[in-house]
């Protein structure tokens, strides 16, 4: 894992606590209850991919999920800042707790509605977004628009803790923000005296191919304040993480309430995460992603090519997006046919759903072992789909 070899943590062993599994990185730790932990490999050693922050030092914190990892950043952001209000994309989905539902416009639309500390930015989306393709700089237009909601906010005398948001927006749609907009993102609630949250729990550990990190895509310079992650350190297991800074961290710890979860950290979950990591490494499925993806890509292209239904495709490494349209030039969504196609692959034993606001992208986001013949079988038969089954003229979507 070439990115993870820039990284490094520092790690230090609570006072009284003895052997590698009593090791933690900068406080607060977990408070462990688990004595069979000390078999395990030191944290810091299984991390070692975090990336270095402006600050340095990187703490973690283990938990179960990918929803308690965002819920504790969210603590992190109010607690370090002193602010309360949070900044998100449009049809962002961030968990199923109720904080995090409060942040999630994919959930909170269709329950209770928006908190007057929530504040949602347009989706950076360059497809069928405010800004796209044809636009000079949609990096700075999108930008602008997180600095008008900081505007609008200090007017009202509300104060921002966070922007938080998904490297690579999922849920709304696989989607790829121009380059440089995390950057002049985070300079805006930087300035306001809030902190960017980085969500990598979908898009993490080498699925995009070019990096270990989804976040990384806006450019080596760009550090997120906290990073959350889940699903894929335990490959489907529970497992789930936050990295922050120190300064964030002592924050937090400064307010005496430890956080405990009876078990984050536990040895068997630990194990899972430190074997998934090693697989990764020593089967090099980042650069597989990589170059399954790419192939996949130009599979998919290809059938754009013939197909008017198929209006966009995008993504990186093995998260990509198949956008389908009703009218090319209105963008309109094929809501409907998305629906029916699924359901037909999921006749020929192909499990794929769709993502969006309109519910029209196709969502290609299978596990890193996916490999080139799996990529052609599954565009193979989307082909017989779209053109009619045996080679007929109708198609099957008729």
Same mark, same amino acid.
């Given at each position: 894992?070439?990115?993870?070899?820039?990284?490094?943590?520092?790690?230090?062993?609570?006072?009284?606590?003895?052997?590698?599994?009593?090791?933690?990185?900068?406080?607060?730790?977990?408070?462990? #209850?688990?004595? %069979?932990?000390?078999?395990?490999?030191?944290?810091?050693? %299984?991390?070692? @991919?975090?990336?270095?922050?402006?600050?340095? $030092?990187?703490?973690?914190?283990?938990?179960?999920?990918?929803?308690?990892?965002?819920?504790?950043?969210?603590?992190?952001?109010?607690?370090?800042?002193?602010?309360?209000?949070?900044?998100?994309?449009?049809?962002?989905? /961030?968990?199923?707790? $109720?904080?995090?539902?409060?942040?999630?416009?994919?959930?909170?639309?269709?329950?209770?509605?928006?908190?007057?500390?929530?504040?949602?930015?347009?989706?950076?989306? $360059?497809?069928?977004?405010?800004?796209?393709?044809?636009?000079?700089?949609?990096?700075?237009?999108?930008?602008?628009?997180?600095?008008?909601?900081?505007?609008?906010?200090?007017?009202?005398?509300?104060?921002?803790?966070?922007?938080?948001?998904?490297?690579?927006?999922?849920?709304?749609?696989?989607?790829?923000?121009?380059? @440089?907009?995390?950057?002049?993102?985070?300079?805006?609630?930087?300035?306001?005296?809030?902190?960017?949250?980085?969500?990598?729990?979908?898009?993490?550990?080498?699925?995009?191919?070019?990096?270990?990190?989804?976040?990384?895509?806006?450019?080596?310079?760009?550090?997120? &304040?906290?990073?959350?992650?889940?699903?894929?350190?335990?490959?489907? /297991?529970?497992?789930?993480?936050?990295?922050?800074?120190?300064?964030?961290?002592?924050?937090?710890?400064?307010?005496?309430?430890?956080?405990?979860?009876?078990?984050?950290?536990?040895?068997?979950?630990? %194990?899972?995460? #430190?074997?998934?990591?090693?697989?990764?490494?020593?089967?090099?499925?980042?650069?597989?992603?990589?170059?399954?993806?790419?192939?996949?890509?130009?599979?998919?292209?290809?059938?754009?090519?013939?197909?008017?239904?198929?209006?966009?495709?995008? @993504?990186? @490494?093995?998260?990509?997006?198949?956008?389908? #349209?009703? &009218?090319?030039?209105?963008?309109?969504?094929? $809501?409907?046919?998305?629906?029916?196609?699924?359901?037909?692959?999921?006749?020929?034993?192909?499990?794929?759903?769709?993502?969006?606001?309109?519910?029209?992208?196709?969502?290609?986001?299978?596990?890193?072992?996916?490999?080139?013949?799996? %990529?052609?079988?599954?565009?193979?038969?989307?082909?017989?789909?779209?053109?009619?089954?045996?080679?007929?003229?109708?198609?099957?979507?008729?």
């Amino acid at each position: 894992m070439g990115a993870l070899q820039k990284f490094s943590v520092r790690t230090r062993t609570r006072p009284g606590a003895r052997g590698r599994g009593s090791e933690c990185l900068a406080p607060p730790c977990n408070h462990f #209850v688990y004595p %069979a932990a000390d078999s395990l490999p030191s944290s810091g050693a %299984a991390m070692s @991919g975090q990336p270095r922050s402006r600050r340095e $030092t990187l703490a973690l914190r283990k938990q179960l999920i990918g929803s308690e990892a965002n819920d504790l950043a969210l603590r992190l952001a109010r607690q370090f800042t002193k602010h309360e209000d949070i900044i998100v994309l449009d049809h962002a989905y /961030h968990g199923h707790l $109720t904080s995090l539902i409060d942040i999630s416009p994919y959930k909170f639309r269709n329950l209770d509605g928006q908190k007057e500390w929530v504040h949602v930015a347009p989706l950076p989306d $360059t497809y069928r977004g405010l800004y796209r393709e044809d636009h000079e700089d949609p990096s700075t237009a999108y930008a602008n628009e997180i600095k008008k909601i900081i505007d609008q906010a200090h007017q009202k005398s509300r104060k921002i803790a966070a922007l938080f948001m998904e490297s690579l927006p999922s849920v709304a749609g696989q989607i790829i923000p121009p380059s @440089g907009y995390f950057q002049k993102a985070a300079e805006l609630i930087h300035k306001a005296g809030g902190i960017f949250i980085a969500d990598e729990i979908q898009v993490g550990f080498g699925r995009v191919g070019k990096h270990f990190w989804a976040f990384q895509l806006q450019g080596e310079d760009f550090i997120p &304040d906290i990073v959350t992650m889940g699903k894929p350190i335990g490959n489907g /297991h529970p497992v789930s993480c936050v990295a922050t800074t120190k300064e964030i961290a002592e924050a937090f710890s400064a307010t005496g309430v430890e956080y405990f979860n009876t078990f984050g950290g536990n040895p068997v979950s630990c %194990a899972i995460g #430190v074997t998934v990591l090693d697989i990764i490494e020593k089967e090099q499925l980042q650069a597989h992603a990589l170059q399954v993806g790419r192939f996949l890509m130009e599979l998919l292209n290809q059938q754009k090519a013939k197909h008017p239904l198929i209006g966009d495709v995008r @993504g990186v @490494g093995l998260f990509i997006g198949v956008d389908l #349209v009703q &009218d090319q030039e209105k963008r309109s969504p094929a $809501t409907k046919e998305a629906a029916i196609i699924t359901t037909r692959l999921k006749e020929e034993f192909i499990m794929l759903s769709t993502d969006g606001p309109g519910r029209n992208v196709l969502k290609f986001k299978p596990p890193l072992c996916f490999n080139t013949k799996d %990529a052609k079988l599954v565009v193979d038969k989307l082909d017989k789909i779209l053109r009619g089954k045996n080679g007929e003229k109708r198609s099957m979507l008729d």
